[in-house]
């Protein structure tokens, strides 16, 4: 039997047999608020409505495939995340989970900070006027190009990759006859419990310095020697769509070790340590996250503890939500185009969009649910699955899941949880249009990313 890996971690990993499959939920039209933005529901006529407006008018105004994103639950979960981490830590936002103008003035808003890793993210950014000193910029090969603009614009942290790196930021800093204040970011040999692709803690990847071997320690005398930096703390990232607490236990642990080595030898207590994002979100009812405010508490009584036995003072704590805030928030909304019973196996239902917009399935075997949303329906649970429109067998949108046995071509379906990463890693694949973002709340939707037209296509082919 073949084995299923899935970002949420190996109690995902063991599959049931082909033809196997868990029982259908007891009604179909439910639609479960752990894994719906919070604004959804649906009205009398048993039509999904977020912020207060119809999915049959999202899709007759906007068209489909669209991402739907609850602008009141972005700014409520961006909120709770700064609310349960206070004014003595700071959260910023992980841009690459989904950036856009309209996002970046939310966050400024609420008072989050911005994570950026490229010099797209960062241009995003500046041009929504996120103060530079609120942006950290990531990368494990950040152009001369971006680092040299990043530091002139001033942002207010580099996380250095490499040794090559911390010379290059340097140098760059110097030229410009400017101080660069600098994390470095490590790897401390924990490996989350993730699918292999997304865990970045573990030594062999891409990612980081690793503090085996002494590379980590012998990163923070380089950059504690050159002038263009000003070393403030260390970085750590154990993985994504993490729900168990233990990884950043011992995340912090070695981080807390390294910053007590770094005084003994320099005599230097570094004020900052960053453990991070990957907190999971529920993509299925069976998916339990924990709220910010339990993150919050775990992750501070972690670094609290282990810097009173290694006598050093607390230092300031950042983490990186970013999955955490958007995820929950939006839906992907299709019109199903044909209804395909295979006898003895499943129904193949196939939709308008597919791995253009949602690429999570193919890349990682990601889990997600699916319901009906332009009506309501008794008819009995049939098994499903939701497929796109590429030339492309992997072309999975949903697995394995129960929908009405009356699902017909014209109904609209609605993938909620996709608020990160789908829109952020769409493509053009078969020369498929990418959707727009609409954003809802209290009654009104405006596009805050337009679909792309066949003009957009050909504009870049020059011929």
């Known amino acids: 039997m073949s084995r299923s890996a899935h970002p949420a971690g190996p109690r995902h990993a063991d599959v049931l047999p082909e033809g196997h499959y868990a029982a259908p939920p007891a009604d179909l039209n439910t639609?479960?608020?752990?894994?719906?933005?919070?604004?959804?529901?649906?009205?009398?006529?048993?039509?999904?409505?977020?912020?207060?407006?119809?999915?049959?008018?999202?899709?007759?105004?906007?068209?489909?495939?669209?991402?739907?994103?609850?602008?009141?639950?972005?700014?409520?979960?961006?909120?709770?995340?700064?609310?349960?981490?206070?004014?003595?830590?700071?959260?910023?936002?992980?841009g690459k989970a989904f950036l856009s103008r309209a996002v970046v003035r939310w966050l400024h808003e609420e008072g989050l900070n911005l994570d950026v890793c490229s010099g797209g993210e960062l241009a995003t950014a500046l041009s929504a006027g996120m103060p530079a000193e609120r942006i950290a910029f990531h990368g494990n090969n950040k152009s001369v190009q971006e680092i040299t603009r990043a530091i002139e614009a001033g942002v207010?942290?580099?996380?250095?990759?490499?040794?090559?790196?911390?010379?290059?930021?340097?140098?760059?800093?110097?030229?410009?006859?400017?101080?660069?204040?600098?994390q470095i970011r490590i790897t401390v040999g924990v490996e989350a419990h993730t699918h292999e692709f997304i865990a970045t803690a573990h030594e062999d990847q891409k990612f980081g310095i690793p503090l085996a071997g002494g590379q980590a320690a012998e990163a923070v005398r380089r950059?504690?020697?050159?002038?263009?930096?000003?070393?403030?703390?260390?970085?750590?990232?154990?993985?994504?769509?993490?729900?168990?607490?233990?990884?950043?236990?011992?995340?912090?642990?070695?981080?807390?070790?390294?910053?007590?080595?770094?005084?003994?030898?320099?005599?230097v207590e570094?004020?900052?340590?960053?453990?991070?994002?990957?907190?999971?979100?529920?993509?299925?009812?069976?998916?339990?996250?924990?709220?910010?405010?339990?993150?919050?508490?775990?992750?501070?009584?972690?670094?609290?503890?282990?810097?009173?036995?290694?006598?050093?003072?607390?230092?300031?704590?950042?983490?990186?939500?970013?999955?955490?805030?958007?995820?929950?928030?939006?839906?992907?909304?299709?019109?199903?185009?044909?209804?395909?019973?295979?006898?003895?196996?499943?129904?193949?239902?196939?939709?308008?969009?597919?791995?253009?917009?949602?690429?999570?399935?193919?890349?990682?075997?990601?889990e997600y649910s699916v319901a009906l949303v332009s009506r309501t329906s008794d008819a009995e649970p049939m098994l499903a699955r939701v497929v796109g429109k590429h030339c492309e067998s992997g072309d999975i949108v949903v697995k394995d899941a129960f929908l009405p046995a009356d699902l017909a071509p014209g109904d609209l379906i609605a993938v909620p949880a996709t608020g990160a990463y789908c829109r952020s890693m769409a493509s053009n694949y078969n020369h498929v249009l990418?959707?727009?973002?609409?954003?809802?709340?209290?009654?009104?939707?405006?596009?805050?990313?337009?679909?792309?037209?066949?003009?957009?296509?050909?504009?870049l082919d020059v011929g």
Not at 50 to 66: C, M, S
Not at 439 to 453: F, K, L, S
């Open 31 to 94: 639609l479960d608020p752990k894994v719906w933005a919070q604004t959804v529901g649906r009205n009398a006529d048993g039509v999904l409505t977020v912020g207060q407006i119809t999915a049959t008018r999202l899709a007759d105004e906007f068209g489909t495939p669209a991402y739907i994103l609850d602008e009141a639950d972005f700014r409520a979960r961006a909120r709770a995340w700064r609310t349960a981490f206070g004014a003595d830590a700071d959260v910023f936002y992980a």
């Open 156 to 182: 207010g942290r580099i996380v250095l990759d490499s040794f090559q790196e911390i010379v290059r930021v340097a140098h760059i800093a110097q030229s410009l006859g400017k101080r660069q204040k600098v």
């Open 223 to 267: 950059a504690l020697q050159l002038d263009g930096l000003e070393l403030t703390g260390i970085h750590s990232h154990i993985g994504s769509q993490i729900f168990d607490m233990s990884g950043f236990e011992v995340a912090a642990h070695r981080v807390v070790g390294l910053l007590k080595d770094i005084r003994d030898e320099h005599g």
């Open 270 to 366: 570094l004020p900052e340590i960053d453990l991070g994002g990957g907190l999971g979100i529920a993509y299925t009812s069976d998916d339990d996250p924990r709220e910010p405010h339990e993150i919050a508490k775990a992750l501070s009584e972690i670094v609290s503890r282990e810097c009173d036995a290694a006598r050093l003072r607390t230092p300031r704590i950042s983490v990186e939500p970013g999955r955490a805030i958007v995820g929950p928030t939006a839906f992907t909304l299709y019109e199903v185009g044909t209804v395909k019973p295979l006898d003895g196996l499943r129904t193949y239902v196939s939709v308008d969009g597919g791995m253009s917009d949602n690429i999570r399935t193919a890349l990682y075997d990601a």
């Open 434 to 459: 990418r959707p727009p973002v609409v954003a809802v709340r209290d009654g009104e939707a405006r596009v805050i990313v337009r679909r792309e037209t066949e003009e957009d296509l050909l504009r």
